[in-house]
């Protein structure tokens, strides 16, 4: 396990944007109404926010991250750092960092990274920024996480058309000696990389005509090689059998109990894990804010934008104790354990 | 380790699912003609039993079983002591 501390680093402001379109499960006629009014009790998705075309995770960030800058009253010209963390980015290549670097006018001087995560990326994200800003001495950074998901699947793949919202964030970054330490434990497991995976269209297996070939995996499961294809028992498992020691080891790592924490923050993936989850770590609901019955699973950027969400009020009047728990594709999981103070939130932006 | 009853754990599963009435359930029912078994069904049981027994099944022990009875005795097999 990857268990260590960052010290100096605070969370001055975020920002989260969602599209406007809504796409409701009450809608989703491929499946029978026994079957969307299950997903929705027990999967807990009542209605998504998904991109038209031609709209792009960069653009949602870039929204909400030139919110974020106008409410900051930060000047551009003192952004050293810039770190983008998506699953679905502009191009195969370039990098969309830079892309987003020159689009929000910042200077040349501005480091830009693009980090291939997708439900742990805030985490890992925040890790990353927080340390490359200890390191470099850079004082103020923009961490950018979002993902377009709902591009990826198949109308006709009840295991993940209804399942996924798209969704852009921007989280304001600032090395300063009076900040507490933020506390992570990172972890992954690479033997897992097939539960969810896109077969073709990178290097490994290239698009071919027989990519867009649509096969039958199960009832109500078409797709093709194309499509994301996710093992929901495979992800349900490898979730409750990985996220509660992660919790314990870092919560251990620190000295500190779970009742000693505000708020715990979960990946949006399926509210049937996470109730799962707060019942394994004995915790009142109370502490477990949820967003994805109005957004869906929105992979990287669904822990900012249920900060942003559900806990605007308490984020921007007074100091807060989270634990946030990301875990899925990869698969790669991880926790941070950190502190806020009357950040700068403004409500979710529609884009 | 508490007690483990197959009463106990078909009143578990009977709480579950909504549409299973209370007392209907025995050892020897097929549980995928109780009620409509799909992939949603199949996580809220893996969800109960990781919870009551803190046993992990597997698509493969799903599709291995087929009465209550042989579910049962599976994950008391796997229960830690």
């Known amino acids: ?351 | 380790m508490r007690r483990m009853t197959i009463e106990a754990f078909i009143t578990h599963i009977e709480n579950e699912f909504e549409d299973l009435k209370q007392g209907t359930l025995k050892p020897t029912s097929n549980f995928r003609e109780e009620f409509e078994w799909n992939s949603i069904n199949a996580l809220i049981l893996i969800a109960m039993v990781k919870t009551e027994y803190d046993v992990a099944l597997t698509a493969s022990d799903l599709v291995k079983f087929q009465t209550v009875q042989e579910m049962y005795s599976l994950i008391r097999s796997r229960v830690k002591t």
């Open chain 1, 1 to 351: 396990m990857a268990l260590f501390t960052i010290p100096h680093i605070r969370i001055s402001g975020m920002a989260a944007c969602v599209p406007r379109n809504r796409k409701h499960i009450s809608d989703y006629r491929w499946v029978s109404k026994k079957e969307r009014d299950l997903f929705k009790t027990t999967v807990g998705i009542e209605v998504r926010r998904v991109i038209s075309n031609g709209t792009t995770t960069s653009d949602l960030c870039q929204f909400a991250a030139r919110r974020l800058l106008a409410d900051l009253n930060w000047a551009k010209d003192d952004i050293g750092l810039l770190v983008f963390v998506s699953q679905t980015r502009d191009y195969l290549i370039p990098a969309t960092s830079g892309i987003l670097q020159d689009k929000l006018g910042l200077p040349k001087s501005t480091i830009s990274i693009d980090i291939n995560q997708g439900c742990s990326g805030f985490v890992y994200g925040l890790s990353i920024i927080g340390s490359l800003m200890n390191s470099t001495g850079i004082r103020k950074g923009l961490l950018l996480v979002g993902d377009i998901s709902s591009r990826n699947t198949s109308y006709r793949d009840k295991s993940t058309y209804p399942l996924f919202g798209d969704a852009g964030t921007a989280t304001a970054i600032e090395l300063s000696e009076h900040a507490s330490d933020m506390h992570f434990n990172l972890e992954g497991d690479g033997s897992g990389y097939d539960a969810i995976i896109i077969p073709d269209g990178g290097l490994r297996k290239g698009l071919s005509k027989t990519s867009f070939n649509y096969k039958r995996y199960g009832k109500g499961i078409h797709r093709n090689n194309f499509h994301v294809a996710l093992d929901g028992v495979k992800v349900f498992n490898f979730s409750l059998r990985e996220v509660v020691p992660n919790l314990k080891n870092l919560l251990n790592f620190t000295n500190r109990t779970i009742e000693s924490v505000d708020y715990i923050v979960f990946h949006q993936a399926n509210k049937l894990i996470n109730e799962t989850l707060r019942k394994m770590l004995k915790v009142d609901p109370s502490k477990i804010p949820y967003s994805i019955q109005k957004y869906g699973n929105t992979s990287s950027a669904s822990i900012p934008l249920t900060m942003v969400s559900e806990l605007n009020q308490e984020l921007t009047s007074k100091k807060i104790n989270l634990l946030l728990s990301a875990f899925g594709i990869g698969l790669s999981w991880g926790s941070v354990l950190l502190e806020t103070d009357q950040i700068i939130c403004p409500n979710v932006l529609e884009y």
